[in-house]
């Protein structure tokens, strides 16, 4: 008899996941949260977004439920936060067509552009500074840019985690995709729980809004 190898285990937790998406009726207030970076180049700058979304998974006890999606090509986990339920996405796609998972998990989900929260990271901010910007342009990040495109629409709120920009613009893409120094990573713990407060917060907060148009 054949054992169950990883492929087989794969299969079984994307099927389950299908169906946990397909067969929840959920009456409450739903929420995209993707995390934007390269797929298979965890630890680099440009993928601290992911990074945030693994620190979120691990506060809502999630971290162990990730499973692959292929209708979106992601990572997806769904978590609770009170009364409403948080859609986590790691797009298994590289960062300059990553739009393409964020909008197709959207559809999936039925959720608009407002109801959809990009982390990413900003090159004009600091390693260890975070903004929370509520739509608007790409600002050069092409993740985003993909995002508007896919979306139709720039109204999505983003939180920006600050990687700080070298000295020489021939450094940059150097800089986005190579991994923290040893000096950064001492900040980076600190980082991802203050991004984890203030992304939560704001959803929290978002969530007890009543619905518009009442």
């Excluded at 090509?73 to 996405?89: E, I, K, N, R």
């Excluded at 979306?151 to 600050?162: E, F, H, N």
């Excluded at 729980?193 to 148009?213: K, V």
Aim: aromatic share 4%.
């Amino acid at each position: 008899m054949l054992r169950p190898g990883p492929f087989r285990s794969g299969m079984r937790r994307s099927w389950a996941l299908r169906q946990r998406v397909s067969e929840a009726r959920f009456s409450g207030k739903r929420w995209l949260v993707a995390g934007l970076g390269n797929h298979g180049m965890p630890g680099t700058r440009h993928s601290v977004g992911m990074a945030v979304l693994g620190q979120v998974a691990r506060r809502l006890g999630v971290a162990e439920s990730w499973a692959r999606d292929p209708r979106c090509a992601a990572d997806l986990a769904l978590a609770p936060l009170g009364d409403a339920q948080l859609v986590l996405l790691r797009p298994r796609r590289l960062m300059n067509i990553n739009g393409h998972s964020v909008a197709q998990a959207a559809e999936l989900f039925g959720l608009t552009a407002e109801e959809i929260y990009l982390v990413h990271d900003e090159l004009d901010k600091p390693l260890g500074k975070l903004a929370l910007k509520l739509g608007g342009s790409a600002r050069g990040h092409n993740g985003v840019r993909s995002c508007i495109s896919c979306l139709k629409s720039s109204a999505m709120p983003r939180l920006r985690v600050g990687i700080g920009r070298p000295t020489h613009p021939n450094m940059i893409p150097d800089h986005v995709l190579g991994c923290f120094s040893p000096e950064e990573q001492e900040l980076l713990s600190p980082l991802l729980d203050q991004a984890t407060d203030l992304l939560l917060d704001h959803i929290r907060a978002r969530s007890q809004e009543p619905p518009s148009g009442l």
